[in-house]
């Protein structure tokens, strides 16, 4: 087995390590400043337009999209390492690249799926950073870990589809350059179950269409991700050719969204392990207790060995998926997927949480990024499906393999 990069990927790599030392590294205490300053405005702040005006001229973006007419051409296994890097900073780096959540998934639902008018209409203006967008599927009265019991509908009604139903966690609602709304819903509830959702394009400014309030992650508002909302669409009417796909393809294409953006949030994972582990042994190795650096106590060298094992399991396992997802198909991935939805942010969720101990109570405050990198992992277990529900599926899957 080769674990070497490819020419393309190493070059990205130096591309992409130099514009973080360059720029993004630099432009964190600014968008502390910016974000203390700007109140309850949920607009990106000024840093990021001038990051991503640098990320342009360099060509570093829209690296996450392997469709060559649209984005770099890379595949999943080049792109891997590139989103592993943006997760060292994941405030700054993926919006800097156009490569952050949920554009990324609906800028390929938008390349895979979308008619030429939706792509002309949409998907350009999402790849040329005009624009931002949300995703609309969790509901705040069904359990959504099971997609089936969306209980927002789509009906058609002559040439036109209407909807209603409440949303809520709707990721990137909240950006005032939010201009259009990828939304699921039911439009054959009598159907099979995996055959009754469907999904429909919703610009945001037609009318029924109702953003309420910004919902927080342990206290932080996710303004990178444009925000999460609470969403209502009463009566919403939109042209019939907003659809996405067929009527009945919106569980499939949900699934397909999903399973390269979980790889990229797992890459992005392993990158705030990585600057976790950093500050763990830096911090370590300045502090001195009991008469000795922190650093030559047993409990605290068993915690970077242990991280660094972790993370390289981490890591092996989720290029192993892309590298499936590139030869076989995202389908026959499907196993190795979930298993690194499962496995990564609990793995990373551990490195940060010694590497807070260590820190002390400053590990809690702003002074360092981990308390912010901690509520990232930690909300990823419930993102793109709760960490119980891949367990489920994946027991299921295992247990097929080994019957008579």
């Given at each position: 087995?080769d674990?070497?990069?490819d020419?393309?990927?190493q070059?990205?790599?130096e591309?992409?390590?130099a514009?973080?030392d360059?720029h993004?590294?630099?432009?964190?205490?600014?968008l502390r400043q910016?974000l203390?300053?700007?109140g309850?405005?949920?607009?990106?702040?000024p840093?990021?337009?001038?990051?991503?005006a640098?990320?342009?001229?360099?060509g570093l973006?829209?690296l996450?999209?392997?469709?060559?007419?649209?984005?770099?051409?890379?595949t999943t296994?080049?792109?891997?390492?590139?989103a592993e890097?943006?997760?060292r900073s994941?405030?700054?780096?993926?919006i800097?690249?156009?490569c952050?959540?949920p554009?990324?998934?609906?800028?390929?639902?938008l390349?895979?799926?979308?008619?030429?008018?939706?792509?002309?209409?949409?998907?350009?203006?999402?790849?040329?950073?005009?624009?931002?967008s949300a995703?609309?599927?969790?509901?705040?009265?069904?359990?959504?870990?099971?997609?089936?019991?969306?209980?927002?509908?789509i009906?058609?009604d002559?040439?036109?589809?209407?909807?209603?139903?409440?949303k809520?966690?709707?990721?990137?609602?909240?950006?005032p350059?939010?201009?259009?709304?990828v939304?699921?819903?039911?439009?054959d509830?009598?159907?099979?179950?995996h055959?009754?959702?469907s999904?429909v394009?919703?610009?945001?400014d037609?009318?029924?269409?109702?953003?309420?309030?910004?919902?927080?992650?342990f206290g932080?508002?996710?303004?990178d991700?444009?925000?999460?909302?609470e969403?209502?669409?009463?009566?919403?009417?939109?042209?019939?050719d907003?659809?996405?796909?067929?009527p009945?393809?919106?569980?499939?294409?949900?699934?397909a969204?999903?399973?390269?953006g979980?790889?990229?949030?797992?890459?992005?994972?392993?990158?705030?392990a990585?600057?976790?582990?950093?500050?763990?042994?830096?911090?370590?190795?300045?502090?001195?207790?009991?008469?000795?650096?922190?650093?030559?106590?047993?409990v605290?060298?068993?915690?970077?060995?242990?991280?660094?094992?972790r993370?390289?399991q981490?890591?092996?396992?989720v290029?192993?998926?892309a590298?499936l997802?590139?030869?076989?198909?995202?389908?026959?991935?499907?196993g190795e997927?979930?298993?690194?939805?499962?496995v990564?942010?609990?793995?990373?969720?551990?490195?940060?949480?010694?590497?807070?101990?260590?820190?002390?109570?400053g590990?809690?405050?702003?002074?360092?990024?981990?308390?912010?990198?901690?509520?990232?992992?930690?909300a990823l277990r419930?993102?793109?499906?709760?960490?119980?529900?891949?367990?489920?599926?994946l027991?299921?899957r295992e247990l097929?393999t080994?019957?008579?």
């Amino acid at each position: 087995m080769d674990f070497a990069f490819d020419d393309t990927t190493q070059r990205r790599i130096e591309q992409l390590t130099a514009f973080m030392d360059s720029h993004v590294y630099p432009a964190e205490p600014v968008l502390r400043q910016q974000l203390a300053e700007r109140g309850e405005d949920w607009s990106a702040p000024p840093i990021v337009d001038e990051l991503q005006a640098a990320a342009k001229a360099r060509g570093l973006w829209n690296l996450f999209l392997p469709h060559p007419e649209h984005g770099a051409g890379l595949t999943t296994t080049q792109y891997a390492p590139l989103a592993e890097i943006t997760g060292r900073s994941p405030q700054l780096a993926p919006i800097a690249l156009n490569c952050a959540a949920p554009d990324t998934g609906n800028m390929e639902l938008l390349a895979e799926f979308g008619t030429e008018r939706q792509r002309k209409e949409w998907l350009r203006p999402l790849l040329d950073g005009e624009i931002r967008s949300a995703f609309a599927m969790t509901e705040p009265d069904v359990a959504s870990s099971d997609a089936r019991m969306i209980a927002t509908t789509i009906r058609r009604d002559g040439d036109d589809y209407v909807i209603t139903g409440r949303k809520w966690f709707a990721t990137g609602a909240m950006s005032p350059q939010c201009q259009i709304f990828v939304v699921m819903g039911k439009t054959d509830p009598d159907g099979p179950p995996h055959r009754q959702q469907s999904m429909v394009l919703v610009p945001r400014d037609t009318p029924g269409v109702r953003i309420g309030r910004g919902l927080r992650v342990f206290g932080y508002d996710d303004a990178d991700h444009g925000g999460h909302g609470e969403v209502e669409f009463d009566h919403v009417r939109v042209p019939a050719d907003n659809l996405v796909g067929e009527p009945g393809a919106g569980f499939a294409i949900a699934q397909a969204r999903l399973g390269p953006g979980r790889v990229h949030h797992c890459m992005r994972l392993i990158g705030m392990a990585e600057r976790a582990v950093g500050l763990l042994c830096a911090r370590v190795s300045s502090r001195v207790a009991f008469g000795k650096p922190l650093a030559e106590q047993g409990v605290v060298q068993d915690w970077i060995a242990e991280s660094r094992v972790r993370i390289e399991q981490a890591r092996l396992l989720v290029l192993k998926a892309a590298w499936l997802m590139d030869t076989v198909g995202n389908r026959q991935a499907h196993g190795e997927i979930q298993a690194i939805k499962i496995v990564v942010p609990r793995a990373v969720e551990w490195v940060l949480d010694k590497a807070i101990q260590a820190h002390g109570a400053g590990g809690l405050s702003q002074d360092t990024p981990l308390a912010f990198l901690w509520a990232q992992a930690r909300a990823l277990r419930l993102a793109d499906g709760p960490d119980e529900v891949h367990k489920r599926s994946l027991a299921r899957r295992e247990l097929a393999t080994r019957r008579p």
